[in-house]
């Protein structure tokens, strides 16, 4: 004999002939309103005082999402939109000085209007380092953490903006 009133899924099929209340509703032990209600409140409040600092299982401990992140992370983020901010601007400089675009999609942002080739460059620099942040804990095919990818496009920026000082000169 089965104990549905332990198993919430077992519970769910006993309904009163009123479809109110399970009749082993009775046993639920959880008491107020339901914490997954106040999603805002909750996004919030997590980033105050997170709960889940770490995995619950060493099973997880190569994925999983917790609420609380590396501030090296927030570092890297931040660097990595500034040095994009300045990759923009330094462009645009070095096309008026003579230069070519590269990149054929932004080249053609950049014929269109410039202020939709910045939008567009941050829009899809910000994008894809929100992906990247909520996935630092895992790993790419196995092999490399996320974390260390934010580690190797932070370096490539560094490298490119010093490519860029360094076509200043040349032109």
């Not at 496009?153 to 000169?169: D, K, M, P, Q, S």
Request: with cysteine; proline share 2%; aromatic share 12%.
């Amino acid at each position: 004999m089965s104990n549905s009133a332990g198993n919430p899924d077992a519970c769910a099929a006993f309904l009163d002939s009123d479809d109110r209340l399970p009749a082993c509703a009775v046993n639920d032990r959880r008491l107020g309103q339901d914490r997954r209600e106040k999603t805002w409140w909750s996004l919030c409040y997590g980033g105050v005082r997170p709960r889940r600092r770490s995995h619950r299982r060493d099973a997880d401990s190569f994925s999983g999402h917790t609420d609380w992140l590396d501030s090296e992370l927030l570092y890297l983020t931040l660097g990595i939109m500034v040095l994009c901010t300045a990759d923009a601007i330094m462009t645009l400089n070095l096309l008026n000085m003579g230069a070519r675009e590269a990149n054929f999609f932004m080249a053609h942002m950049i014929e269109k209007n410039e202020f939709l080739f910045g939008a567009t460059k941050m829009a899809l620099t910000g994008l894809g380092l929100i992906l990247l942040v909520m996935h630092a804990p895992f790993r790419l095919f196995r092999l490399v953490r996320v974390q260390n990818l934010l580690r190797i496009f932070f370096f490539a920026y560094c490298v490119l903006i010093g490519y860029e000082i360094v076509l200043y000169r040349l032109i």
